[in-house]
């Protein structure tokens, strides 16, 4: 039996590699253009300022009009980031911008094409996965993507020729290449009763973000509290740790930055198909052993912000790779457990919006470095790690209304 989601999974892979190939290319740019890392950051932060309204609009207009449609628009707005910044390594303006539409193209295919890959493995499209392979296989293809696209970005930005340049021609090549499969794709919203869809208001978009009753205590007190360490233990794994043994890789400086992104997202890919077994073995609390995966890859970001190592950084990403596989899929799995057709796209948004937020933890880092050393710094984040998984303890004990 043909498994049409696998139509939609190239352009999913497409933009996750446009939205994350840049992370090993920080330390490029800190040295071909002299950027200072709290201006590097702030490009990290723009991507977030796009993710944001990506996530919140994309959803509930994909609820509305169907998943293709905004599915093909952020192909579209990847292919356009890579122009803007493959013109733009020398302006801070066009950079910003640049990270800005990857930012948008992203949340886009994030939250449509895991909505999307979710209905196509289910009947009567697909018979025999369980929710939480559904969940997994969007998942897993966005880890592929972020993952392989560092890596790729990383080795060409290291030994290729136009650093600046030729990394953005390959993403942009691999979206265009993705739009034909995913043209062929059958859609899961159908048309209204007269065969033609009217264009949303915003009074419908409004209403179709709202969390809904049903959902609002498992959501707040459980899926949100946890999310932001899903990327907040990514970002510390490729854009911290990297900074911190930048002296002691030398010229590979670039190169060691794709390592450490590749090692942590191969681990979070390699645990995500274990997740359901973690949650036979811990009664459902498998939320929780990717937070304490979190807290333990933050001590270690620590004692490396103190004794720099490149096998202690290889290790620290690991670790924090293992606690974004394992967050992001039980989060995923919270999600759509709540969730009906009509508002799965708009939980996604949210839910994704929420992890997004873990981005901006290198430029928070940046920013208050004048006022103590990184490893006390990451201490502080350690707290914060502790005090969200102590939240998340107490939303589990209260059962999930279904």
Known sequence: ??????????????????????????????????????????????????????????????????????????VVLGMAASAVLAVGSGGVVLMCAGRFLAGLSVAAAMVVGTSWVKELSAPPFEDGADPSRRARRAALVLTAGFGVGAGVSGALAQWGPVPTVLPYAVQSLLALVSLVPLLAAPETRPATASGRRRRPSAAQLVEDLRVPPRARRRFLGVVLPAAPWVFGAAALAYAVTPALVAERTGGLAVASAALLCVVGLAVGALVQPWVPRLAV???????????????????????????????????????????????????LVEVQAVATPRDLGALTGWYYSATYLGFLLPEALSLAAPLAPPAVLLLGVVALVALSAAVVAAGLRRPAAR
């Open 1 to 74: 039996m043909e498994r049409p989601w696998r139509r939609v999974a190239p352009a999913l892979l497409a933009c996750a590699w446009g939205g994350n190939h840049f992370t090993p290319l920080l330390l490029l740019y800190r040295q071909v253009e002299g950027y200072s890392a709290v201006v590097v950051d702030l490009f990290f932060g723009f991507y977030v300022v796009g993710l944001v309204p990506g996530f919140l609009l994309a959803g509930p207009l994909s609820d509305l009009v169907g998943r293709k449609r905004p599915a093909v628009v952020a």
């Open 281 to 331: 073995l811990t009664g459902g609390r498998q939320l929780l052993v990717g937070l304490a995966a979190a807290l333990l890859g933050t001590v270690l970001c620590a004692v490396v912000a103190a004794v720099p190592s490149l096998p202690l950084a290889l290790l620290t990403s690991a670790v924090l790779g293992a606690a974004y596989g394992v967050v992001l899929v039980a989060g």
